[in-house]
């Protein structure tokens, strides 16, 4: 490792060309070495579901096929997991692998929020809530960064399609861009230090991510205060000077020089100050050393490819959501006469296409798990094609006749791989027609029938009252059919919670009237009311909501306790809540919390997601699960001051099975500072004026504030009721007791007034 003055020294050497050629990737993979001048090279490589490292680095386009590795669970079930140890141990693994192969970057996680269903790497992406992303994504990068190997979080910021994703723009409100979009970078960049952050090509309300400093350096660096290189997206970058400027470190890929040349011309030209490019240098120099102690020095790191096989089997089985079980048809009995229906079962869909997709080392399905198990009373039919949507009335009908014969009808389907992928997104929320078809003339003769979801993102389900079970297993990487047999046997118990709304239909999504926007333009019409948020606000049912889950096992949630009833907003709160499984299977349960602002002026969701523990408990057995909640938690950003802000009131602290099936409640009151104006004008309204406990005493003096106390006529009995007339006066600017004050009122005693009022705020404030 380089000390600092090390660094300057060797900065202090460079020509202007070396030190702009160290800012831009050198391949596709590789950062620029300069090796008379002691700069070694570090290579980066995709995750974040396992590690897509290419060893062909002269493949310059980087599609070619890379070493074989082991495919974890996509990142949409790893937050189903709603379990931090579990992916901060994936994270750990994954750092191995990084270096026993000499890689020094991982490329991810990757956090955007999940505004539509539609988008096509959604099973690239956590969460449509941004505390659920946030806080899982912190605990893969402590993973991976225990390791002395750095993450790359992307892709920054609010870039939630695929269509023109070079080109769009997210238009949103600063609010939404805060509390929702932003949210889900600012508690890992915050809390986990990542040593990259990836800024995404799209343009943020007219501004690309990459050339944005509001973005790179006013909120992430400013005030988020890290320290680490922010990475341009795979050709994100459309003005490379200004991008530094704005407070980019590296463009990746190479530009075969010619965003070096460029750079140089801007020093040359006076338009971008060398001194940028030289802490530039620094920050990605630090980097680079930092990284490359590490190279050839990694012998007590194995990349067991078995060892970690079976890694991702252990994690697998906890990504998978039980959708619907009535009369408890799963678990199976192993010797049960079994119909298994669907090429999947065979052939599993285990990841999404594009960068994240990895060489898998061996793949384990269904049918391979039950045939290492010698179960003998499966009957397997292909049933439709896992590829293409065309309906085969002979595969149909092999599928009805073996489900005729067997207990129970397991039914593989799911989107094939065409359906979704990075680079574009889905036009319809449906499964193939051809499965659609065969699953409903299977269920019409089978005796039970489960159906098996590989997917990564969520589907209408048009069979769901015709079916006995679903499991949802979204793409769970390369041992999934051993994770499904130890599901499906009952080996263990689902624990999976949906991190998103499955909608009834696709119109009824927030973003359903703004996806994928109108040409380049993208508005965030729904504001902050991105999935649960919407759906709640609307009352409108859905299929399963947000955090829902089954298990065979059941539990029940007692004795919720609040560390006080009343505090200020910068006290901590301590919630206490007691879970027993009442079940009779060992199962574990992801405890969530939710709050909610009782009563407020401010628009707000009915609750939000501000907690979660996931607890292992044998029947019998109870656990006291505790969290702590802060300003945040109770917090909304407000414009005005730009600034999180708590409005003082009565919070309710749920505790839920899901955001729709709370428990139990009770509530806290939070006194805060109002947000006050520092000036009051001729506009000034009267309900704002008689709020403000400051200047309260002027206000009884002046004759405009008080609301007209006199006899009405008959005729002003008829045309104007007490609502009106309250609401009239409170609503009503100072400027107006000129008009309604049959003359009484005049200039000079509105200006009297507010030069009081204006002097006792200054002093006050
Ligand atoms: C993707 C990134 C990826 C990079 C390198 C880009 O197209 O958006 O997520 O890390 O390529 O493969």
Request: aromatic share 10%.
């Amino acid at each position: 490792m380089k000390s600092a003055e090390e660094i300057r020294n060797i900065i202090a050497g460079l020509t202007l060309e070396e030190k702009a050629s160290l800012c831009s990737g050198d391949t596709f993979w590789l950062t620029h070495e300069i090796p008379e001048k002691g700069i070694p090279k570090i290579m980066v490589s995709d995750g974040p579901v396992g590690l897509r490292k290419q060893e062909n680095i002269e493949d310059n386009l980087g599609m070619n096929e890379s070493i074989k590795a082991v495919c974890f669970p996509s990142s949409t079930g790893m937050a189903a997991t709603f379990n931090r140890e579990l992916y901060g141990f994936m994270g750990e693994t994954l750092g191995e692998e990084c270096r026993a192969e000499n890689v020094a970057v991982i490329l991810g996680p990757a956090v955007n929020i999940k505004r539509s269903p539609l988008c096509g790497r959604n099973f690239e992406y956590l969460s449509e809530d941004p505390y659920l992303a946030s806080e899982m994504s912190t605990s893969f990068i402590k993973g991976v960064q225990s390791k002395n190997v750095g993450t790359s979080i992307k892709h920054f910021a609010v870039n939630n399609q695929e269509t023109r994703r070079f080109s769009a723009s997210s238009n949103l409100s600063e609010r939404a861009f805060r509390e929702i979009y932003l949210a889900a970078f600012e508690g890992p960049v915050r809390n986990a230090a990542p040593w990259t952050v990836m800024c995404s090509y799209n343009r943020i309300n007219g501004e690309f991510a990459s050339q944005n400093k509001y973005l790179l350096t006013d909120i992430l660096r400013k005030e988020w205060g890290f320290e680490g290189n922010v990475v341009s997206d795979w050709g994100a970058v459309s003005d490379r000077a200004k991008a530094l400027e704005a407070g980019l470190n590296l463009e990746m890929p190479t530009s075969y020089e010619e965003n070096d040349k460029k750079l140089v011309k801007a020093v040359k030209d006076g338009e971008l100050d060398e001194s940028i490019l030289d802490e530039n240098c620094f920050s990605m120099l630090k980097m680079i050393f930092k990284a490359y102690d590490n190279i050839g020095n990694s012998d007590s790191f194995k990349f067991d490819r078995d060892r970690h096989h079976d890694i991702a089997r252990e994690i697998a089985s906890e990504t998978f959501v039980l959708l619907k079980n009535e009369g408890n048809v799963l678990p199976l009995k192993k010797d049960a006469k079994i119909a298994v229906i669907g090429a999947y079962a065979k052939k599993p869909r285990l990841q999404g296409g594009g960068s994240a997709h990895i060489n898998c080392h061996k793949i384990a399905s269904f049918i391979s798990e039950c045939e290492k198990n010698s179960l003998v009373n499966i009957t397997y039919a292909e049933g439709f094609s896992p590829s293409v949507d065309e309906f085969d009335e002979k595969l149909c009908e092999k599928a009805v006749n073996a489900a005729k014969d067997a207990d129970v009808t397991l039914v593989f389907a799911g989107l094939p791989d065409i359906f979704e992928s990075e680079g574009y997104d889905r036009k319809h929320m449906q499964m193939p027609s051809c499965q659609l078809k065969v699953l409903d003339e299977v269920r019409k003769v089978s005796k039970k029938t489960v159906v098996v979801l590989h997917n990564g993102s969520p589907v209408e389900m048009p069979f769901i009252n015709n079916v006995d079970a679903v499991l949802e297993c979204y793409l769970g990487g390369q041992a999934v059919g051993s994770a499904q047999f130890d599901i499906i046997f009952g080996d263990k118990s689902p624990s999976g919670k949906l991190a998103e709304t499955f909608p009834i239909r696709l119109e009824d999504n927030p973003s359903y009237l703004n996806f994928p926007g109108c040409g380049n333009n993208v508005n965030y019409a729904e504001d902050i009311f991105v999935g649960y948020r919407y759906y709640d606000k609307k009352k409108m049912d859905v299929l399963f909501p947000f955090g829902f889950g089954l298990s065979y096992s059941e539990f029940q949630y007692s004795n919720l306790r609040l560390s006080e009833s009343s505090m200020n907003e910068d006290e901590e709160l301590e919630v206490k809540v007691d879970i027993t499984n009442v079940g009779s299977m060992e199962a574990k349960e992801a405890v969530q919390l939710y709050v909610k602002n009782c009563e407020t002026r401010i628009l707000r969701p009915v609750r939000e997601f501000k907690g979660f523990e996931k607890v292992n408990l044998l029947p019998n057995e109870t656990k006291t699960v505790t969290f702590k909640l802060n300003k945040r938690s109770f917090a909304y950003y407000d414009e005005r001051i730009k600034d999180w802000v708590v409005p003082s009131g009565v919070y309710a602290i749920e505790i839920g099975k899901n955001s729709r099936c709370i428990e139990l409640s009770e509530t806290v009151n939070i006194t805060s500072k109002p947000i006050l104006p520092d000036k009051y004008d001729y506009d000034s309204i009267m309900e704002e004026l008689l709020e403000d406990k400051r200047i309260e005493e002027v206000l009884k003096k002046y004759p405009g504030a008080q609301k007209p106390d006199r006899e009405k006529s008959e005729v002003e009995k008829e045309s104007m009721n007490d609502e009106m007339e309250n609401s009239g006066f409170l609503y009503s600017p100072l400027r107006s007791g000129l008009y309604f004050s049959n003359g009484y009122i005049r200039y000079k005693d509105i200006d009297a007034a507010l030069e009081e009022i204006n002097e006792i705020i200054s002093k006050k404030e």
